[in-house]
Each structure stands twice: as C-alpha cells, then as structure tokens.
C-alpha cells in the first residue's frame, strides 16, 4: 500500500478509553481511525513495511527509522515517524524535513525517541487493553 492509499483510508480519532493505545490501525468501516501513535504505526507497517511485521521490526531495529516523542505548540504530547531524515505525522500527512516540523510548532527532545523494545512494550500494552474493553 502506497502512503496516498493509507492516507484515502485514515482518518484521526483519539484513543477512546483515555489511555495510550498503541496498536497498528485496523479498518473499521473502510476507515484507519486512530490517533497520532496509530497513524505512524500505520505508516510504517503498511507502507514502509508493506504490511510484514518482519520489515516493521527490522526497520525499526536496524534503519534509520524511529518514532519520536514530541510536544506540539499547545504543549500536547506527540508522536512522529522518522525514516531516512523526513518526517510524518497527523499534521504533515505527507514526508517533510525537520524544520517543516519545527514550523508546525512541534517541541523535541533530542534524547526522547521511541527505540524498538519500547515501542515492542507498549503495542503489547495495548493489545492487552484493547482486549480488555
């Protein structure tokens, strides 16, 4: 899948129980309704990976692929996808450099990124509390 095929599907909702869900979207009525977190899980899995969790991990372990904590301008907590020095996320919905980002207002933290077994940590986190609603 192509990120225009990802994009013509997604459309953002916010994790509906007030915590931090971090699950690869699925569709729900021909829709990826997700938040920030699901968006560029989305991006990476189905685009970057093209839909294999052996490529998803491997980006994340041994490219230059990361998911980056961040604040926006209203000072909210963000997440934002890295891969080959552009960035995504649900403000951009297209790959753009860092300072694009910056212009978005985006605040990062040079030491916050996401690295593989935290991000491994909390997909499992959310698959037990997708489970649990």
């Known amino acids: 899948m192509n990120l225009q095929d990802f994009l013509s599907h997604y459309q953002y909702r916010p994790d509906p129980i007030k915590k931090d869900i971090w699950i690869i979207p699925n569709k729900v009525n021909n829709q990826y309704l997700d938040d920030c977190d ?39 907590g963000h997440v934002v996808l890295k891969h080959k020095g552009k960035y995504i996320d649900t403000f951009s919905k ?17 030491l916050f990124m996401f690295n593989f077994l935290q991000v491994a940590l909390k997909m499992l986190i959310g698959k037990i509390l997708v489970k649990m609603k």
């Not at 297209?94 to 040079?110: A, I």
Request: net charge positive; charged share 20%; with cysteine.
């Open 38 to 76: 699901g968006f560029c899980l989305g991006v990476l899995y189905f685009c970057l990976a093209e839909e294999s969790l052996f490529k998803f991990w491997l980006l994340l372990v041994f490219y230059d692929t990361k998911i980056i904590y961040c604040k926006t301008k209203s000072n909210v």
């Open 94 to 110: 297209e790959w753009v450099d860092k300072q694009q980002m910056l212009n978005y207002g985006h605040k990062f933290n040079k």
